[in-house]
């Protein structure tokens, strides 16, 4: 790799499978240092409050607000909201 040593080298002193070495061969020889960097995963933004017994009241806010902007896009994408958004039925677009 780039620092001299094999891949069989780094896997042995930093204790990761080959096939995260191979992956940032592959990532780093088809898109440079790019393919290296992090990317952002998407997941679940409301994770973070919804296992948290206690909020402050600003976390309580942003909780609410989250909740809202995804119930928002489910909307614009077609779906229906019942009741306090818990439940979401997809809407077939008539022809």
């Not at 040593?5 to 780094?10: D, G, P, V, Y």
């Not at 499978?17 to 990532?27: D, E, F, K, P, Q």
């Not at 990317?39 to 909740?67: I, V």
Request: charged letters at 35%.
């Amino acid at each position: 790799m780039l620092s001299g040593k094999s891949c069989w080298e780094i896997e042995r002193e930093e204790g990761i499978g080959h096939a995260v070495t191979n992956r940032w061969l592959i990532n780093y020889n088809n898109f440079g240092e790019k393919g290296l960097e992090n990317k952002k995963r998407l997941g679940n933004p409301l994770a973070k409050y919804q296992n948290r017994k206690k909020l402050t009241k600003e976390e309580q806010l942003e909780y609410e607000n989250m909740k809202l902007r995804i119930e928002n896009e489910l909307l614009k994408k077609g779906y229906l909201m019942k009741g306090d958004g818990s439940l979401v039925t997809f809407k077939k677009k008539s022809k």
